[in-house]
């Protein structure tokens, strides 16, 4: 067993476990690639079990966190299950490994290792439910009824009567449309007639119509 204590193999047989979890996510448990992980699942917990640096009780948190993503799978929950699953089996490698920081470096490793693979793959492997919770796949486009806002730049130079008092934001008539306006700075009473100096945006900046005496 001595051999697979070797941290470069540790390194792999994790790489294995995590790559392993993270096409079941993606999958949906259709069992690709399962059968590797337990394996070096077991290759990995009995090993260390044998050499002694892990009890039952750190097996158990492995198993249970494996077991939280498994439900997480199968119940339409909002993620927290697989997030309290993730969290279980990375702490139970560390302890496995020692619980120091040689032990936070290998993880982070073949968690990293994983990770790369994962993502040369994961184009190629069917989407789950579980997994569709942590990609968006939407888009508000104008066939589904999302606009973004339309700039009226045509009323930049209409005048038209403040219809709420400006503070400087409101409301004003213009070109017989109530239009949501904010003034250059300046109070305007309601009532008042207002000329549109500029759009931007949805922002419609308004100045108070100056009567000739």
């Known amino acids: 067993m001595d051999i697979v204590n070797m941290p470069i193999l540790q390194v792999l047989l ?3 476990m995590f790559l392993a979890v993270f096409v079941e996510v993606k999958t949906g448990g259709t069992g690709a690639g399962i059968m590797l992980g337990i394996v070096a699942a077991g290759v990995f917990w009995g ?3 044998v050499k002694g640096t ?16 498994i439900i997480e799978m199968l119940l339409p929950t909002i993620g ?21 920081m ?10 990293m290792a994983a990770i790369a693979i994962f993502a040369l793959l994961v184009n190629q492997l069917p989407s789950s439910r579980l997994w569709k919770k942590f990609v968006l796949k939407d888009q508000s486009t104008s066939k589904r ?3 973004s806002a339309v700039e009226e730049s045509h009323l930049v130079g209409q005048q038209g009567t403040v219809l709420t008092e400006l503070r400087p934001s409101g409301s004003a008539l213009i070109d017989g449309h109530p239009v949501d306006v904010v003034s250059e700075g300046a109070f305007i009473q309601k009532g008042e007639k207002i000329k549109v100096v500029s759009v931007n945006g949805s922002r419609v900046v308004v100045r108070r119509l100056e009567l000739p005496e």
Not at 80 to 98: D, I
Not at 102 to 111: D, N
């Open 80 to 100: 927290l299950l697989a997030g309290v699953g993730v969290a279980a089996m990375l702490y139970s490698v560390v302890l496995a490994l020692g619980g120091n």
């Open 145 to 147: 009824g999302y606009i």
């Open 54 to 69: 892990v009890d039952l009780f750190q097996i158990a948190l492995f198993l249970g966190g494996i077991l939280c993503i």
């Open 47 to 49: 090993s260390q079990y």
């Open 14 to 16: 994790l790489s294995i």
């Open 102 to 111: 040689a032990a936070v470096s290998v993880l982070v490793i073949s968690l």
